[in-house]
């Protein structure tokens, strides 16, 4: 019989919290917070935003999307994850427990997620297949990108393609290079960050990542370099995007010259987000409201 910890749930109900817990709703809007900028961007009306297969994207990338990006994550980690201070009781994050309801869940997101390329434009199949591929090969064998450094980096790029499909699915063209270029190195950074806690805990299981190949100190650097690429590449659409996204390269010199714990500094980052995402969604929607 499968272990079973005190987050495993045996009632309908309370198994369907565990699936929210899993799902990690303080990073819900890091997927729907794309879809929402993308929607804006590559509306010509208010109207636009409206649209059933926007509001499709949106329903899925706020929590399907997430029950399958971190599910199928926890499933493959179970072993890595008994010795992570951040999953189980002591921790914000679920630890897998055997419960078969996670990778039906797992698999069930995933179906859903391919049944909206039934109404999305097949110019925009490519950015909603490739969340799908790199979200299951970031994790699960025989790829599994987070246990090869740099690679872990670079596939976290998928985070950007939710407001890419969603730009395709309102504008009916593709987005602009820069922007994914932009979005995909921000994403980068922010994916190095988040590992930074982990240094420890993956170093004891034996797992190589590009923090623990390139260690705390060099690892606030890369993610600098990534922001900083990230800021310019925005800055190349629009001056005002640029100064935006330069937060975060400044506030990784932050973190890295104060005394301020990065496990703490993390949690800062969901609200962050939701900030800069935030404003960059108002400029958009000035543009659309003004011309």
Request: proline share 8%; aromatic share 12%.
């Amino acid at each position: 019989m499968a272990e079973r910890s005190s987050r495993e749930p045996d009632r309908p109900a309370a198994r369907l919290a565990h699936l929210v817990t899993v799902s990690r709703p303080r990073f819900w809007l890091y997927l729907a917070g794309p879809v929402v900028v993308g929607a804006v961007y590559g509306a010509e009306s208010v109207g636009d935003l409206t649209a059933p297969v926007a509001v499709a994207l949106f329903a899925y990338f706020l929590v399907p999307a997430n029950v399958f990006l971190y599910g199928i994550n926890d499933v493959f980690d179970r072993d890595i994850d008994a010795a992570n201070p951040k999953k189980g009781e002591a921790g914000p994050e679920a630890r897998y427990a055997g419960d078969v309801a996670i990778p039906a869940a797992v698999a069930a997101c995933a179906l859903a997620g391919g049944a909206l390329l039934w109404p999305l434009p097949t110019i925009a199949w490519p950015w909603l297949v490739g969340f799908l591929l790199l979200g299951a090969a970031y994790s699960a064998p025989p790829f599994r990108f987070k246990t090869i450094p740099l690679a872990d980096s670079v596939s976290n790029g998928l985070y950007v393609l939710p407001g890419a499909a969603a730009y395709v699915a309102v504008a009916g063209s593709q987005p602009p290079a820069l922007a994914v270029l932009g979005g995909w190195l921000w994403a980068m950074g922010m994916h190095t960050f988040s590992a930074i806690p982990d240094i420890g805990p993956d170093r004891a299981a034996g797992i190589r990542t590009t923090a623990t190949v390139l260690g705390e100190r060099r690892t606030y650097a890369y993610c600098g370099v990534c922001w900083l690429a990230a800021a310019a590449a925005f800055a190349a659409l629009d001056a005002r995007l640029g100064a935006l996204l330069s937060v975060y390269p400044a506030l990784v010199v932050v973190v890295a010259w104060s005394d301020v714990a990065v496990d703490r500094a993390y949690w800062w980052f969901p609200a962050v987000n939701t900030v800069v995402g935030a404003a960059m969604t108002m400029g958009g929607l000035w543009v659309v409201t003004h011309g």
